[in-house]
């Protein structure tokens, strides 16, 4: 009994709850500091304070006195009621009850309970928001009012007592409310962009998870094609290689046995001769000289060089015609690497050559001459050393190999044949009509209308590749060393049908391969 006793006079008077931050007034009514603040606050501009609970009258706002014995008093009581926990905003007019606030309003600063917000003003001006008790966030520093307008000038909230006297004095104002819709218009507008830019990155992410599965998918494809065309290569192999075989055994087999027969005949031959040598050893020893000259089993001694003739018809082992069989067998297996592009022979124009551009007779090669070779045509270039092909491409996929000096200028590259003919910009991969892989003063670089790519090139490219696809807009060069690398990708869309075309200048010079 005397613990709900104690409770009941710790209570405040104004939220009928345990005292929070208590301070006391002169009249020595203690109140908790935010209650008492609040209720002052409703009580500026009236010209008289009085306390809530005596109703001491003060003509100046009150100074509040913190109330440390209580303060104590309070700790102690709530560190011995461990159960007790702390209630929620109170209704501000249910002083005789906690009665729980469901909205507070910031214009008169008050919490309200159910019943007392059905009897509160609708007006527009009483924003409602969940329950509060600080309204510091929403009062002037300066002036302690309620924050009511906002200063375009200096992005502030301010109150009135800024915008009459204060630092905000005849600045453009506005109220709350309507800087605020002006706010919210302008971040729906930002909302809008963020949006779109949102879907636009959405499109982006999927596009790029569409292209990396189809890469896999090429990949997967790819590699099931690889791994057929080797297996069928390793079969192919395989039977060649029993086959030749076979052909060596069996050539080896031949040459044996008639070797053998040979060497028959020939141990044969060799035994009569052994004998008619013991016969003549032994004639030799005899002293009667009729016996010697009436024996007739010796006849004419006669050499023999048949057996040599027989060796070369029995021959050797053919090794020409091994080779020719491997050569052919090994050129008949027929790689299936089915190859979408098509490889191009192409021929240069001499037609749309500078005059100084020497064209070899097959029409393959092109080199500078330091004197002109040419009678000058509307067809030629003027002012670069450039040739066009005869071919042009206007759909599919194309590719055709150069080889390149190492020293000197050349460029290697496609253009559209409206290209200037004459001036400064008439250069291949210096106007947005031609694309070029260039050589200049042992720098390699890739040029397209007003923009260079240098390249970090390990060896000098002795031998270019270059692949067009039309219709996907790629143009791509690649260095022909061991392993083959790609040097550059231009993305771009055609829009007019294409040549090869060269440059060559001083020691530079180039040659279309068959």
Request: glycine letters at 4%.
């Amino acid at each position: 009994m005397a613990t709900a006793d104690l409770k009941d006079e710790l209570n405040c008077s104004i939220c009928l709850n345990i005292y929070t931050e208590p301070v006391m007034l002169r009249c020595g009514h203690s109140f908790c500091q935010v209650c008492i603040r609040s209720v002052l606050d409703r009580q500026d501009g009236g010209g008289l304070y009085t306390c809530p609970e005596c109703r001491a009258e003060y003509q100046k706002r009150p100074a509040l006195k913190r109330n440390m014995k209580l303060c104590n008093i309070v700790e102690h009581f709530l560190s011995t009621q461990p159960e007790v926990k702390a209630a929620g905003i109170s209704c501000t007019y249910c002083v005789h009850s906690s009665v729980p606030a469901v909205k507070t309003c910031l214009m008169c600063e008050a919490s309200l309970c159910d019943v007392h917000l059905s009897v509160h003003s609708k007006s527009t001006d009483h924003i409602l928001t969940e329950p509060t008790i600080s309204m510091d966030n929403r009062k002037c520093a300066t002036h302690r009012e309620m924050l009511k307008y906002y200063c375009c000038k200096d992005a502030a909230c301010i109150c009135v007592s800024c915008c009459v006297f204060g630092e905000h004095r005849g600045h453009q104002v506005e109220l709350l409310k309507e800087a605020s819709e002006k706010k919210k218009e302008k971040l729906r507008k930002v909302l809008e962009k963020l949006t779109s830019k949102r879907e636009e990155t959405e499109k982006s992410v999927q596009s790029l998870q569409d292209h990396r599965r189809g890469v896999q998918e090429k990949a997967a494809s790819m590699t099931t094609r690889v791994t057929d065309l080797f297996k069928d290569i390793r079969a192919q192999l395989q039977v060649l290689e029993e086959r030749v075989l076979s052909d060596i055994s069996r050539q080896r087999d031949k040459v044996s046995l008639s070797v053998t027969d040979l060497i028959q005949q020939l141990e044969i031959k060799k035994e009569e001769l052994s004998r008619k040598m013991t016969h003549i050893e032994e004639l030799c020893q005899v002293r009667d000289p009729l016996t010697v000259l009436q024996d007739r089993d010796i006849g004419r001694v006669e050499t023999d060089e048949g057996h040599g003739k027989r060796l070369q018809a029995i021959g050797d082992l053919d090794e020409v015609l091994i080779s020719l069989t491997l050569q052919s067998a090994l050129s008949s297996i027929v790689v299936d690497v089915k190859q979408s592009f098509s490889v191009q022979n192409l021929l240069l124009d001499i037609k749309t050559a500078a005059v100084d551009v020497a064209v070899s007779g097959d029409l393959k090669s092109a080199t500078w001459s330091k004197t002109p070779i040419w009678a000058k045509n509307q067809q030629r270039f003027k002012n670069f050393c450039q040739i066009l092909s005869f071919q042009s491409f206007s759909s599919g996929q194309h590719y055709w190999e150069v080889e390149t000096s190492e020293l000197g200028n050349w460029r290697v590259g496609v253009a559209y044949p409206s290209m200037e003919r004459k001036g400064d910009l008439s250069g291949i991969g210096q106007n947005n009509k031609s694309w070029c892989l260039r050589l200049c003063q042992k720098d390699y670089l890739v040029a397209h209308g007003t923009k260079e790519i240098s390249l970090q090139v390990e060896a000098s490219l002795q031998r270019v590749g270059v692949y067009l696809d039309y219709e996907a807009g790629k143009l791509s060069f690649y260095q022909l060393c061991e392993p083959i690398r790609r040097l550059h990708t231009f993305i771009t869309t055609f829009t007019e049908p294409l040549h090869a075309v060269f440059l060559v200048w001083r020691d530079g010079w180039v040659r279309i391969r068959n």
